[in-house]
């Protein structure tokens, strides 16, 4: 049968049903763009949550300096091309992005060094001044981002210049050999030549692009040539300080207190999360040589609203063991600064207030109950 306007005409229990079913599904709809929200609002607090270091990376990114660092004076110095991606990019120490969308005169923008396609024979490569003299321990060739433009291999050379720039006549040695890349990926290769350089030479096969570059060695300087009376940053990462170990860096890698100057922003520091369960964060620090502390300075910089209310300093002259046992140890070590009270954005210096604990090769900072430091100094003469 037919209505008046020609339709069909339904049962009124059969239209019930199928107002309550369009009801439910409306419902069901609704509680799945809520989770659907929800959980893109969770992932996203869980991204920002994640480690600001790779959990899987080998040990040697974290016991060794990044020579590659502009902010320590590495420098990219010549490439035989960066057509679509200066070289230089390649040295940020900030982790590579990806814009989609975005583009520039020579195409694609990518966070990162990478050349035109190759029409010949013959392969790319980039000569890199390190920040130091340094004895290789290992690198990290990533190429975050780059999926059908990375180059299918690649391999390091190194050379010692101790003045100017590498030329034709430079002796390279290869440190690490021709290694199959993946797209998108980090590639920790670990280097086993004893001898300083001064630069690196990274060959691309044939061509393409690499997102960062990273080179963990330790620094060589002539501690031996020193003066006794002068007094260096032993902590310092250019001098070959580096963190053994934090409880936490959510917000802000420990590392970033031992760079030099001072930080640019709220980021160019080491923050951790809000503590809500007692007791303090803290973050151990190897010196770069054995010495007797006269200075400390601990910068704020940028750090307003979530500066440490305090702070105190513990240090110890450490003999065997590993950088893993240390953190246990660390809690018993002597005091070498008292509790003392922090400001916001402050360079705060402390030498009176240091106890005469002799030479010491490990410092332990304190920072009670939480927050951020910007860098932290530790002045001190050298034990010969």
Not at 54 to 60: G, M, Q, S, V
Not at 157 to 173: F, L, M, Q, Y
Not at 317 to 329: A, I
């Amino acid at each position: 049968m037919r209505g008046a306007a020609g339709s069909p005409r339904r049962h009124p229990l059969r239209r019930a049903r199928r107002a309550a079913s369009v009801a439910r599904a409306a419902r069901d709809g609704a509680r799945r763009r809520s989770t659907h929200q929800a959980s893109r609002t969770y992932d996203k607090d869980k991204t920002m949550a994640l480690p600001l270091s790779d959990p899987n990376a080998p040990e040697f990114t974290r016991r060794y300096v990044n020579l590659a660092d502009p902010r320590l004076g590495a420098q990219a110095l010549e490439a035989s091309d960066d057509f679509f991606a200066p070289k230089e990019r390649m040295l940020n120490p900030e982790p590579a992005v990806f814009i989609p969308g975005k583009y520039d005169d020579h195409g694609k923008w990518m966070d990162g060094w990478e050349t035109r396609r190759k029409r010949t024979t013959g392969y790319d490569w980039c000569v890199v001044k390190l920040a130091r003299p340094g004895v290789i321990k290992g690198v990290d060739i990533d190429t975050s981002h780059f999926t059908g433009n990375f180059p299918p291999a690649a391999s390091i050379e190194a050379a010692h210049v101790p003045d100017g720039a590498p030329n034709e006549a430079t002796k390279w040695v290869e440190i690490v050999p021709a290694t199959t890349l993946q797209g998108n990926s980090h590639h920790y290769v670990e280097a086993r030549d004893a001898n300083a350089y001064t630069h690196l030479r990274v060959n691309l096969y044939p061509d393409g692009g690499i997102a960062r570059l990273r080179v963990y060695g330790q620094p060589q300087l002539d501690w031996a040539g020193a003066s006794r009376s002068a007094l260096f940053d032993l902590a310092a990462m250019e001098n070959g300080g580096y963190v053994v170990a934090a409880n936490n860096q959510h917000f802000g890698l420990a590392s970033n207190v031992l760079l030099p100057g001072r930080g640019v922003n709220m980021g160019d520091g080491w923050e951790t999360r809000r503590r809500r369960e007692p007791g303090n964060d803290w973050a151990i620090v190897a010196l770069a040589q054995p010495g007797v502390i006269r200075k400390v300075e601990i910068d704020t910089a940028h750090f307003k609203g979530n500066y440490p209310d305090r702070c105190s300093i513990q240090a110890a002259y450490v003999q065997g063991g590993t950088d893993s046992s240390l953190v246990t140890q660390a809690m018993f070590w002597p005091v070498l600064l008292g509790e003392q009270k922090l400001q916001m954005d402050k360079q705060h210096a402390f030498e009176a207030e240091l106890a005469a604990l002799g030479p010491v090769t490990h410092v332990r900072l304190n920072i009670i109950p939480d927050g951020g430091v910007s860098r932290l100094r530790v002045w001190g003469t050298l034990d010969k």
